[in-house]
């Protein structure tokens, strides 16, 4: 199957900035999309930001015009960079990707990577 790993969560201040980093791992005949998702205490797990094979980007609208994704997809590698930080940004950040196997598309999802911001 496919395995996600994150990696740069942390601790930063109240508008500083961090970039989240997600590498994807085995069998993988084709992405159709890759992405992140956040658990923000006492809320119900949220959308962040996608980006489709061929580019395009979707973001929640708390974060638009703060965080930016990027992609490469010849690495299978999607990145988060997340800019002005907030306290109500704090939360545990899941990449995802989307992926066709031929027998039906199938989510895939990180462990998770901690990010916590502090005034």
């Known amino acids: 199957q496919v395995q996600l790993v994150e990696s740069g969560g942390g601790s930063v201040q109240a508008g500083g900035s961090l970039r989240l980093s997600c590498v994807a791992s085995g069998d993988i005949p084709r992405i159709l999309q890759m992405g992140w998702y956040r658990q923000i205490p006492g809320k119900q797990r949220e959308m962040v930001a996608l980006i489709t094979s061929g580019g395009r980007t979707s973001y929640t609208d708390s974060v638009r015009g703060r965080f930016a994704i990027s992609r490469d997809i010849a690495k299978s590698t999607v990145a988060l960079q997340m800019a002005n930080l907030n306290i109500e940004d704090s939360g545990v950040y899941f990449c995802?990707?989307?992926?066709?196997?031929?027998?039906?598309?199938?989510?895939?999802w990180g462990q998770g990577t901690l990010v916590s911001v502090s005034s």
């Open positions: 995802y990707v989307k992926t066709d196997h031929g027998v039906g598309d199938l989510e895939h």
